[in-house]
């Protein structure tokens, strides 16, 4: 889709049309980082927006996160909003284009903010992203969007596409999400063949 460029989201920051923004962390993925014992993990969260998740980790001792977005406002966001976190840990860039090895990725909204067509792709390049242990973790809706971004989907679909080039450990609807999200989050955690 030619609408969805750095402009694109840069302009949505810049004119608070962020509907997808929880304004915190994401209790199932807070949940699930507090249960992390190694602090050394190297981290990647792609299309992190204001940086809640990466924030909290950040101020709970994991010393390697690296967050990274398309939209140089969002990373302006987060150094706003964490001026103690390092420049050279924010990434201005495609998703496609990160490298890699990381030991976890947190998948947050960018899997619901790509073209559906770009999908399996997005699945490829998460596990060509990560370390022989390494693990995607986090959130897909659950639901369908009448228009999009976001774009929604079901589990069936997700399943299908994430076998292709991961290994499923686990997803399944997310008992502690958000209210208005309640019923229409699925939590998984995938990690490489």
């Known amino acids: 889709m030619n609408d969805l460029n750095p402009e694109f989201w840069s302009d949505r920051y ?10 915190h962390i994401s209790p199932p993925l807070k949940a ?4 992390l014992e190694n602090k050394n993990l190297k981290i990647l969260i792609p299309g992190c927006g204001r940086g809640y998740e990466g924030i909290y980790l950040l101020e709970n001792g ?11 406002e969002a990373l302006n966001e987060v150094k706003r909003n964490a001026p103690h976190f390092l ?8 998703f496609f284009d990160l490298e890699g090895p990381f030991d976890l990725i947190i998948e947050q909204t960018l899997f619901c ?9 997005y699945v490829a390049k998460a596990s060509q992203l990560l370390s022989d242990d390494g693990k995607i973790v986090g959130l897909l809706f659950n639901r369908e969007f009448e228009d999009g971004p976001p774009f929604g989907g079901n589990q069936s679909e997700y399943e299908k596409q994430f076998s292709k ?18 019923g229409a989050e699925l939590f998984f955690i995938a990690k490489r063949k």
Request: charged share 25%.
């Open 14 to 23: 810049k004119n608070g049309q962020t509907g997808w923004d929880l304004g």
């Open 32 to 35: 699930y980082f507090d249960q």
């Open 62 to 72: 994991f010393t390697n996160v690296f967050l990274a977005d398309y939209s140089k």
């Open 87 to 94: 420049d050279i840990n924010l990434v201005c860039a495609n």
């Open 113 to 121: 903010a790509i073209d559906p067509s770009l999908r399996e792709d």
């Open 165 to 182: 080039s991961l290994q499923i450990e686990l997803m399944e609807d997310s008992y502690n999400s958000v209210t208005s999200r309640m």
